[in-house]
């Protein structure tokens, strides 16, 4: 399983951003793995800030993005995206895409030992 991401940058506080992340892997179906997206700042511990279900009915967001930050997954085009709105300093860091294969189901995983593929992580300066 191959994840590539990409959408980061520097951006302005109060900025958005729009993060993609392209899966791929011999006869894959995204509908059967979980996805998560993380972030690690210079000298922090890498943490989930925002992830869904295999379904796609369950979804959790760390308190600091709750009503910024917005996961999505198409399926179809094998693609899980971020949305990131009203940009704070403290969001710089490089910011990873991760997938879990599992049941499907509406259960959310949301911390780094439970995903198996990663992306290569895009990083994300919020500064003016």
């Known amino acids: 399983v191959q994840l590539q991401a990409s959408g980061g940058g520097l951006v302005q506080p109060g900025g958005s951003l729009r993060f993609s992340c392209a899966v791929s892997?011999?006869?894959?179906?995204?509908?059967?793995?979980?996805i998560g997206w993380f972030r690690q700042a210079p000298g922090k511990e890498r943490e989930g800030v925002s992830c869904?279900?295999?379904?796609?009915?369950?979804?959790y967001y760390a308190d600091s993005v709750k009503g910024r930050f917005t996961i999505s997954r198409d399926n179809g085009k094998k693609t899980v995206y971020l949305q990131i709105n009203s940009l704070k300093p403290e969001d710089t860091a490089v910011y990873y895409c991760?997938?879990?294969?599992?049941?499907?189901?509406?259960?959310?995983?949301?911390?780094?030992?439970?995903?198996?593929?990663w992306g290569q992580g895009t990083q994300v300066t919020v500064s003016s």
């Open positions: 991760a997938v879990r294969w599992g049941p499907y189901s509406s259960t959310v995983y949301y911390t780094p030992p439970e995903y198996n593929y």
């Open positions: 892997g011999s006869g894959l179906t995204l509908n059967y793995y979980a």
């Open positions: 869904i279900s295999s379904s796609g009915t369950g979804t």
